[in-house]
């Protein structure tokens, strides 16, 4: 364990460690250029081999890329300009209304609430009147909850999302309040701040105090193990919710309501956004390094612990989108420590079920990855699984790296084939 500020870590590794303790506050004050006959494109998502995933951003009158448009990440630039060929072709419509440059719109909900909402600060501080732009990269043109959240926001009808090129008599480019996994400013916090306040009167005198945000309506990413988790939290007093049964409001109201809010770390934990000063307890996935959770916790002043019990896996994941599985026995020392009462003597479930769930995940992850790929020898799928946990036995490369290039995947197989047995 390690308990730093307001954030406390159970079973984390140095990266996680060191994250911790950083401060992850912007320094400087924010900007905001104001742009005379700014030029907006329209988001297009690149070729595979490109540094960046979309070419996209905000331009001068002399079709000058802006550097402070594009979308940036810890690890770079996700977006970036058009080639100058596209751009010397281009023939935009002319806006004679001023807008606000606020970026992509992710419609990932996770995505959405922390980077989309980035660039909103400068038009709630300064109750701009004119458009919202937002650059998408499908026909859709938001999901539902993003639709409700401007609505509670009260600028819905101000939303304009760009489709073709367009000239704005005059361009406001905000500095992004939030770059993701890196740092953050005070200001990005107030268009969430603003929807607390809207909603605070209403709610309910019997809303739950601890609430367990549940993944069990999720179809992707299995958790394997979650079920006898989310038991343990409701045991201990927490209220089970499903997110995604729930409007937007619905979920906004009862995170204010509670004072404890627990679940697996994923989309619906930053629905803390909104809420100030809570209590969280949050179950980590397998997946990448990600500091954007406690740059979260470290806006909105929450008091948070995380457990990281994950079970020995080797992630070889191929694009899909994977399962995880968890160590249930270290997790409950891990509860017991922080002040959980979880029976010592009661039985888990048996080890081997557990993995076999856990394969049968990869399993359909693969089929659905692969699509109508038909592969020569399917009996080795099991071996593609088996790969992945420790201690399973040895793999055919020669055999797995044949069904990887049917599938698509050549660079893996490739790698594959040429690697020393390690197994």
């Not at 104001?34 to 009158?61: N, R, S």
């Not at 701040?193 to 019997?206: C, F, G, H, T, V």
Request: hydrophobic share 40%; net charge neutral.
């Amino acid at each position: 364990m390690s308990g730093i500020s307001n954030i406390t870590l159970y079973g984390a590794n140095p990266e996680y460690l060191k994250a911790s303790c950083k401060g992850f506050l912007q320094g400087s004050a924010l900007t905001v250029q104001e742009v005379p006959d700014g030029l907006v494109m329209p988001a297009q998502k690149t070729t595979g081999d490109q540094a960046i995933e979309f070419y996209a951003g905000a331009y001068t009158d002399q079709k000058k890329f802006i550097p402070e448009s594009a979308l940036t990440r810890r690890k770079g630039n996700i977006s970036g300009p058009y080639p100058a060929d596209v751009l010397a072709q281009a023939a935009p419509d002319y806006c004679a209304e001023s807008a606000v440059y606020c970026g992509l719109l992710n419609h990932h909900f996770g995505h959405f609430l922390v980077e989309a909402t980035a660039r909103l600060w400068w038009g709630i501080q300064n109750d701009f009147c004119g458009k919202y732009l937002f650059q998408i990269f499908d026909n859709v043109n938001y999901k539902p909850a993003a639709q409700e959240f401007f609505e509670l926001l009260g600028i819905a009808d101000q939303i304009e999302f760009i489709r073709k090129p367009t000239v704005f008599k005059t361009l406001y480019l905000p500095q992004a309040a939030l770059v993701f996994n890196q740092s953050y400013a005070r200001e990005y916090l107030l268009p969430f701040e603003k929807i607390r306040q809207n909603l605070s009167s209403q709610i309910s005198a019997d809303s739950p105090k601890k609430i367990f945000l549940s993944r069990t309506a999720l179809q992707n990413r299995a958790v394997i193990g979650q079920d006898l988790v989310e038991k343990w939290f409701n045991e201990q007093g927490y209220v089970s919710v499903i997110p995604e049964k729930l409007l937007l409001t619905q979920q906004i109201k009862l995170v204010l309501g509670a004072d404890e809010i627990a679940g697996i770390n994923g989309s619906a934990m930053h629905l803390l956004l909104f809420g100030k000063g809570k209590k969280t307890k949050t179950i980590m996935r397998n997946g990448p390094f990600n500091a954007t959770y406690m740059m979260l916790d470290g806006a909105t002043g929450t008091q948070a612990e995380y457990f990281f019990a994950l079970k020995n896996t080797k992630r070889a994941s191929f694009g899909l989108i994977t399962p995880s599985l968890l160590d249930l026995e270290k997790l409950a020392g891990m509860l017991r420590e922080s002040g959980f009462s979880i029976d010592k003597t009661a039985a888990l479930p048996d080890e081997n079920e557990l993995k076999q769930k856990y394969l049968a995940s990869w399993h359909a992850a693969f089929a659905q990855k692969i699509g109508q790929n038909t592969l020569s020898d399917e009996a080795l799928l099991p071996a593609l699984l088996s790969h992945i946990l420790d201690k399973n036995g040895p793999v055919n490369r020669d055999k797995l790296s044949q069904i990887l290039a049917q599938a698509g995947y050549a660079e893996e197989a490739a790698a594959l084939a040429s690697s020393p047995d390690k197994d």
